[in-house]
């Protein structure tokens, strides 16, 4: 007997979501296409040096999903699975994401297929900056503006700024966002996407009738968005009682020590091995767990139809991209779980890079607090709005994120024209 290997391809996942908008909506097929198909994307030859002097080639690529709004915005991801069609799903989302937040961008990804810890600090430096160069026609300030993602930071926010700027001749800060706060980056833009992932859930959390300060709680992944999501859940008195990476999973069911659990990570480079916890038997268990709350905050694809009558949290808020299948939501969805889905949940991330490009266009840079009472009235907004859509039409919260969003970007579409 052949065994069955499941095949993930994000982008299937994000063409299933955006067909079951476009049915709500009403819109033809001919309007699904134009939704459904990137504007614009390059492929790129990254030849590498490595320190030894051998070359190595790598392969980027850089989408732009849609421009009905405004320059394309997303970020960029160095991983070993970066392909075309994730990047092209991961851009879709930034697309609705953009929308839903009323940000004024369309969406875009880029992603080069290599592992970065795999690589020295200054090859990493020469593969952004080659990148960089070889997507130079498609990027800029009022054309798409990059960011962090997973494998990528501020320094190589740095150097594509760099890159940029001196191929262009003068200095322009608004080419790239997540940069640091010394060359232009926003205060609180490193933290904006963990504290919005948790303003929504918090709120999420009342709405299910759950009382955050007696609830518990596990986040898969402690990278960019993990990690503060589960410092800022402990503060709100939420009870994280497990954690995860790809090398392995912890559990307290008296809850984790948050702060302490950084300190191991920054020391051992994984929440493996932290001894005020026992660990789990796989890093995927923590999904299983008996908790109200479960926040994967690490890459797309980890609940899918074969694993999604397991999972038994009450709400499941995504921090990371494309984290649920349809299938799987359909699942979650009959059993009254309620998905909070990732292009309201995380938007937090990319609404501050927003306030970084609007600070640097002026040259005026706002204080940390600003930048915070401004995300949280952004989120609030948003999550009022998509609850009371779900309510009001009876659907889940993906589906009225998913409509509302696709319906404001069509409308800017259609007020636009076609051109001839
Ligand atoms: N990579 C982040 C996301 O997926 C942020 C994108 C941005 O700030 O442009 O939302």
Same mark, same amino acid.
């Not at 297929?113 to 020295?120: A, H, K, W």
């Not at 008195?237 to 009682?241: L, S």
């Not at 796989?282 to 908790?291: A, F, M, N, S």
């Not at 905050?297 to 609940?303: D, T």
């Given at each position: 007997m052949t065994a069955v290997v499941e095949v993930k391809n994000p982008l299937l996942d994000a063409h299933t979501q955006l067909s079951r908008a476009v049915e709500v909506l009403g819109y033809s097929a001919g309007m699904y296409d134009m939704l459904a198909t990137p504007r614009r994307e390059l492929t790129v030859s990254v030849p590498l040096r490595r320190d030894d002097g051998t070359v190595e080639l790598l392969v980027g690529h850089r989408v732009q999903h849609n421009l009905s709004r405004g320059p394309s915005k997303g970020g960029l991801r160095y991983s070993h699975d970066v392909t075309l069609d994730e990047v092209r799903a991961l851009a879709m989302w930034m697309t609705w994401k953009c929308a839903l937040v009323d940000v004024p961008y369309g969406g875009a990804k880029g992603g080069v297929? *290599?592992?970065?810890?795999? @690589?020295?600090r200054s090859e990493v430096e020469r593969v952004t900056r080659r990148y960089t160069s070889e997507i130079m026609p498609m990027i800029g300030p009022s054309q798409d503006i990059p960011a962090p993602d997973i494998g990528t930071d501020e320094d190589i926010m740095a150097w594509m700024m760099d890159t940029y700027s001196v191929n262009r001749g003068h200095t322009v800060l608004?080419?790239? =966002?997540?940069?640091?706060v010394a060359l232009g980056?926003?205060?609180?833009r490193a933290s904006a996407t963990s504290r919005g992932v948790v303003y929504v859930a918090l709120a999420a959390m009342r709405h299910q009738g759950l009382e955050p300060a007696a609830s518990t709680a596990a986040v898969q992944g402690f990278g960019k968005v993990g990690r503060g999501a589960a410092r800022f859940l402990e503060e709100a008195?939420?009870?994280?009682?497990a954690a995860s990476d790809q090398y392995g999973a912890v559990h307290a069911s008296q809850g984790l020590n948050i702060r302490a659990l950084e300190s191991h990570v920054d020391a =051992?480079?994984?929440? +493996?091995? *932290? =001894?005020?916890s026992e660990a789990l038997d796989?890093?995927?268990?923590?999904? @299983?767990?008996? #908790?109200d709350l479960l926040i994967p !905050? +690490?890459?797309?694809?980890? #609940?899918t139809e074969s694993n999604a009558r397991r999972v038994r949290a009450a709400v499941v808020v995504e921090? !990371?991209?494309?984290? =649920?299948s349809p299938g799987a939501d359909d699942i979650l969805t009959a059993r009254g779980q309620l998905v909070v889905p990732d292009i309201l949940a995380n938007a937090g991330g990319v609404i501050v890079s927003y306030f970084e490009w609007v600070q640097a266009n002026q040259a005026y840079w706002w204080a940390e607090a600003e930048v915070e009472k401004r995300l949280e009235e952004r989120m609030v907004r948003a999550w009022e709005r998509v609850r009371d859509h779900a309510v009001l039409h009876d659907i889940p919260l993906r589906l009225a994120a998913t409509s509302l969003a696709v319906e404001t970007v069509t409308t800017a579409h259609l007020a636009r024209g076609l051109y001839p």
């Open positions: 297929r *290599f592992d970065p810890r795999q @690589y020295s608004g080419v790239v =966002t997540g940069k640091p980056g926003s205060l609180g008195g939420v009870k994280v009682v =051992t480079g994984s929440v +493996a091995g *932290f =001894t005020e796989e890093p995927d268990d923590l999904l @299983y767990l008996e #908790i !905050a +690490a890459v797309e694809g980890v #609940i921090g !990371a991209n494309g984290p =649920t």
